[in-house]
């Protein structure tokens, strides 16, 4: 079975420009969470769905950051425009049960230049 | 406020020594606890997990971790340490209710000594 996949795994870009970071859960999955880990610092929650909704979107630091879940199966996370503050690493993550243990993807390494 | 502290930055360990990870947590009902690792050029991926039982948890490479409520402690702790466990271990929180929205803490790098 498949586990979490994460495109791209890296993205170099300059400010201003847009980004656009995909999520593949493991299929069967209705939750996904998004994570990210700024450097040097802890790994924070961004955002969960269930299937397509939005369950909760309390840690998404800014209107720059539009999270889609089209359907319920992949994810996205767009960042537009990108600030410098925005690089780190992203990490997306699944589970079956709303309280269940999460599984996560490699991760998309950021940076913003 | 929920939070995850991790007090070691960076621990430097010989092959075949014994090692434990320190985790403390701030949390205002029973948590659900974790420890996830880091290899580089991976992901995260789950060493073991406390909810609710024998608060001596065995996970996978032969690491075990103890939950203390009294201390708000969940130590990560391996007998004897092999070179491939060079790697980043997080320990995470979170709620035994709801949605599973994990804090963590910073992270612990491991390096490993011939």
């Known amino acids: 079975e498949a586990g979490v996949t994460q495109f791209p795994s890296h993205s170099v870009i300059e400010k201003g420009q847009t980004v656009t970071l995909r999520c593949d859960p493991i299929?069967?999955?209705?939750?996904l969470y998004w994570y990210r880990r700024v450097m040097g610092k802890e790994i924070k929650f961004l955002l969960h769905?269930?299937?397509?909704?939005?369950?909760?979107e309390s840690g998404m630091p800014n209107n720059r950051f539009l999270a889609e879940r089209t359907g319920g199966t992949y994810s996205t996370l767009k960042v537009q425009p990108a600030e410098l503050e925005d690089s780190g690493v992203y990490f997306c993550?699944?589970?079956?049960?709303?309280?269940?243990?999460?599984?996560f993807g490699q991760g998309t390494r950021l940076t913003v230049v | 406020a929920q939070s995850v502290t991790q007090p070691d930055i960076h621990i430097t360990v010989s092959e075949g020594a014994s090692l434990e990870l320190r985790c403390n947590y701030s949390?205002?009902?029973?948590?659900?606890l974790f420890w996830y690792v880091q290899s580089p050029g991976q992901g995260l991926q789950l060493l073991l997990k406390?909810?609710?039982?024998?608060?001596l948890v065995q996970g996978i490479k032969g690491f075990e971790a103890e939950f203390k409520r009294s201390q708000s402690s969940f130590n990560l702790r391996k007998p004897s340490v092999h070179w491939s466990d060079a790697a980043e271990y997080f320990c995470?929180?979170?709620?035994?209710?709801?949605?599973?929205?994990?804090?963590f803490g910073t992270g612990t790098r491991l390096t490993v000594i011939p």
């Open positions: 993550a699944s589970s079956q049960a709303f309280a269940g243990v999460a599984f």
């Open positions: 995470a929180v979170g709620r035994q209710t709801g949605a599973n929205n994990l804090f």
């Open positions: 406390y909810f609710s039982g024998d608060t």
């Open positions: 299929s069967g999955h209705d939750n």
């Open positions: 769905f269930v299937k397509e909704s939005k369950q909760d």
């Open positions: 949390y205002g009902a029973t948590p659900y």
